[in-house]
């Protein structure tokens, strides 16, 4: 197996699709990945196998000879991605303007360390009662 | 600039002028009605709430709208009007419609406060088109269909909610909450191991809360909502009355997830997990102190609420006052002047007087003060209207009067709803109490509750009855000390679940032994309780329910921080000193010398959650660490933390303060 190179690429949006599909699934064969792919929208089998090739042989995944049924990884881990691109989206989408657009269970806003230590508490005292 | 100079002098830059103005003051009176009506129905529920909110919110565009109509009908825009530059003459137009005291310098900036509203807008809509473009590519980028089984129990869930639109459930690689999506084809985002992360319950009481959303339309409402935001930005009224609006509508799903899954305990910690799960994502941000996690983590583990912010009331009285010497400043007292002198006062509080109306006849007003409250909301209402004596009352007066009447008749009925049947009536039962018109019907209201409680309904005597007021007694003679008894977080504990299978003493504080979940160690606290109940229906098996005595008044309060009762918290005393270099808040934080080396660290806040400033101080035999502070005139919150660096131990204290 090659050595994936030293940094890989940003991944195209549409890499970024089955490098997500991995980090969500695990290792998975092609078959996986195009399972989970076609459900939103319709993919040709072979266009996901073709991607993957070419993202292994970008360093964006690790291809696992092994078995039969070649099964492939993420080579990095997801926050690591996620800082390559977090300049635009994730700022602009959970940082900025957009803040007050999105409906969530939680704020978009971040807890504090204090605030999260009280939440600890809180959690630790609930376990306690649980019990 | 000629240009913008000839069209600041037209009528209509002139009438949006005025109308911003005006709405100074509406804003302000709309708000503080909010604040009074929210006050006044604080028990009711987060749906009723959320209602007068949005109502109210949606009333600042049209109060906005209404008075610009009527003050350009007052300065009809004329076809191709000379531009009229020479400054006096030219605004005969404005001193016409009964504006001649209004000092000549704002005559002359009013008409520029147009563009730069223009302006204003359009740089709050281009940052919301942005955000909103932004949203859109989260729902396209680095997503993926969530598995098979969990979208199948999504569309199980939107069927039990009855929606009718089908929701997609994916997983993001860059959402790090889970956060609803769209409204024609609505999508909820998952972060990435959420779903493996956490419980099968877990996972339902979030897509419960995301769906209840959708199903409330919420997100089309958010958008109004931000579109109001960005009409009328200059007016913190309106942030204000939008971030209740934020804040109730949470809360509201929050009731809907609790109403399904029946487990509110579960449900907070779930939140809390979701909260603690995002921590280590790129940006730990440190700042936020604002966010209202806590307060419904707290809601959820405690209702009814403990004590409710005593600042709602106040802030809606001076807003009222200010708003009230705005009003009189800006409308001279002279004839009326037919057009539009009284419209948009009487248009746009029309509604409202009759939203309050409506919330308020039967719901009593300042509940907590309950058998001295009726004759100081009349004086209150006297004191209100400007001249009671010299003119005929208004029909808002007469309103006003009649209400503060109606309320000392129902005395006994509100001592019942908010004293003696507080704490086990539902909300439902409460919204029907309050809708009841006659005394005949809520004698006869209060005959069923009891007797739908009543353990042997075919005998003479309720013994539910009885339990319920003995337990109010023996609250009002135990735990009162200032306070009555049964208002006290003990007394609510006790009226509620009954007296506790087993009570920890330690009303004289001192040297305590930690047990070894809360980190082991002496330590040394303020005067606390523990209530061991070995079981209380819907919350569980052995709860233990803490209370602190931090003043050694005998005022003990309920604390879900068991660190609270430490001692080693702080105490934070605020001097203002006045320097020939301007005004200093001293913070003086006295600490236990003995202790070893502390860290301290503060942050000064707005209201508003904005941090203003921070500090840290490392003390090591100190008696007190001391902090000078320069701030401008305003409200702000302390909060200081303390850190044995030693023990680990550990203390919090906030204060709120005043710069004058």
Redesign the interface.
């Known amino acids: 197996m090659p050595a994936p190179p030293h940094q890989p690429p940003r991944p195209t949006d549409a890499e970024l699709e089955i490098l997500t599909v991995l980090w969500s699934r695990g290792p998975s064969t092609v078959r996986d990945v195009h399972e989970a792919i076609a459900r939103r929208k319709p993919t040709q089998y072979t266009t996901v196998l073709k991607m993957l090739q070419i993202m292994a042989e970008k360093g964006l995944v690790r291809r696992d000879e092994k078995q039969r049924a070649h099964i492939y990884a993420a080579s990095r881990p997801q926050e690591w991605t996620q800082r390559q691109l977090a300049g635009d989206l994730l700022q602009r989408a959970f940082g900025g303007s957009a803040k007050s657009l999105i409906l969530g269970a939680l704020s978009a806003k971040k807890a504090s360390r204090e605030e999260l230590a009280e939440l600890r508490k809180l959690l630790e005292e609930f376990e306690r009662g649980a019990s | 600039m000629n240009e913008i100079t000839a069209w600041v002098h037209r009528p209509l830059a002139n009438a949006l002028g005025w109308a911003l103005l005006h709405f100074v003051w509406e804003g302000a009176a709309l708000a503080a009605v909010l604040a009074t009506v929210l006050f006044v129905i604080r028990p009711a529920s987060a749906r009723v709430r959320y209602g007068v909110a949005c109502l109210l919110l949606a009333a600042m565009p049209i109060a906005f709208g209404v008075t610009l109509a009527a003050s350009l009908s007052a300065h009809p825009v004329r076809a191709a009007a000379p531009v009229q530059l020479a400054a006096p003459p030219g605004f005969d137009s404005v001193a016409d419609s009964g504006t001649a005291p209004v000092p000549l310098r704002l005559r002359n900036v009013l008409p520029w406060l147009a563009p730069l509203w223009i302006l204003g807008v359009a740089i709050f809509y281009a940052?919301?088109l942005?955000?909103?473009l932004?949203?859109r590519?989260?729902r396209?980028?680095?997503?993926?269909?969530?598995?098979?089984c969990w979208q199948e129990r999504t569309d199980r869930l939107c069927a039990r909610m009855r929606l009718s639109r089908p929701v997609l459930l994916?997983?993001?690689?860059?959402?790090?909450?889970?956060?609803?999506?769209g409204y024609v084809r609505p999508v909820i985002l998952m972060p990435?191991?959420c779903?493996t992360g956490l419980s099968a319950q877990q996972i339902e009481c979030?897509l419960i809360?995301?769906l209840a959303?959708i199903r409330r339309h919420?997100?089309l409402v958010?958008?109004s909502?931000?579109f109001v935001?960005g009409l009328l930005f200059y007016h913190p009224a309106v942030w204000w009355v939008s971030r209740v609006v934020?804040a109730e509508?949470?809360h509201c799903?929050d009731d809907r997830v609790v109403e399904m899954m029946g487990d509110a305990?579960g449900y907070?910690?779930t939140?809390?997990?979701?909260?603690?799960r995002?921590?280590p994502?790129?940006?730990?941000?440190?700042?936020?102190?604002?966010?209202?996690?806590?307060n419904r983590?707290r809601r959820l583990?405690c209702q009814p609420q403990p004590s409710p912010t005593s600042a709602g009331p106040a802030l809606a009285a001076v807003l009222l006052l200010v708003s009230c010497a705005v009003a009189l400043a800006a409308w001279p007292a002279r004839a009326p002047v037919p057009r539009w002198h009284p419209s948009p006062v009487v248009l746009m509080q029309t509604p409202v007087a009759a939203q309050v109306a409506a919330n308020a006849a039967p719901t009593p007003a300042a509940l907590s003060e309950a058998p001295q409250a009726a004759p100081v909301v009349t004086a209150q209402a006297q004191a209100a209207s400007p001249q009671p004596q010299t003119q005929p009352l208004t029909d808002q007066e007469r309103k006003a009067q009649e209400r503060a009447l109606r309320q000392q008749l129902q005395t006994p009925y509100r001592k019942w709803l908010n004293e003696d049947a507080a704490y086990i009536i539902t909300d439902e039962e409460r919204s029907a109490f309050l809708r009841l018109q006659s005394d005949a019907e809520r004698e006869k209201f209060i005959e069923k509750f009891w007797l739908r409680r009543d353990p042997t309904p075919g005998t003479a005597e309720n013994e539910f009855k009885e339990e319920q007021y003995r337990r109010i007694a023996y609250a009002n003679e135990h735990f009162g000390d200032g306070v009555p008894g049964w208002k006290t977080d003990r007394g609510r504990i006790y009226i509620t679940y009954g007296p506790p299978d087993e009570i920890e003493d330690h009303s004289s504080g001192g040297t305590y032994q930690r047990p070894a979940?809360q980190g082991g160690g002496a330590t040394s606290t303020f005067p606390f309780q523990q209530w061991r109940y070995r079981y209380i229906e819907g919350?569980?098996?052995?709860?233990?329910i803490e209370f602190i005595d931090p003043t050694r008044s005998g005022e003990f309060h309920m604390t879900?921080?068991?660190?609270e009762k430490d001692a080693l918290r702080p105490k934070i005393q605020i001097v203002q000193l006045h320097r020939d270099s301007g005004t200093q808040i001293g913070v003086v934080i006295p600490l236990d010398a003995s202790g070893g080396t502390l860290d301290v660290s503060g942050e000064v806040s707005t209201p508003d959650g904005r941090i203003v400033q921070t500090f840290e101080r490392q003390s090591t035999g100190q008696k007190e660490c001391t902090k000078l502070l320069a701030l401008p005139a305003g409200n702000y919150r302390l909060?200081v933390?303390v850190r044995n660096v030693a023990t680990g131990v550990s203390g919090?204290a906030e204060t709120n303060f005043t710069v004058q």
Do not use: K
């Open positions: 940052r919301g942005a955000g909103w932004a949203v590519r989260l396209r980028r680095g997503v993926c269909s969530a598995p098979r994916l997983e993001s690689c860059f959402a790090d909450v889970p956060v609803l999506i990435l191991g779903l979030i809360h995301e959303h919420d997100y958010n958008l909502q931000s935001e934020r509508r949470e799903c305990r907070a910690a939140l809390a997990v979701l909260e603690q995002r921590f994502a790129p940006q730990a941000a440190l700042a936020a102190t604002g966010g209202n996690l806590m983590i583990l979940e919350i569980g098996n052995n709860v233990i879900m921080d068991p660190s909060v933390a919090r």
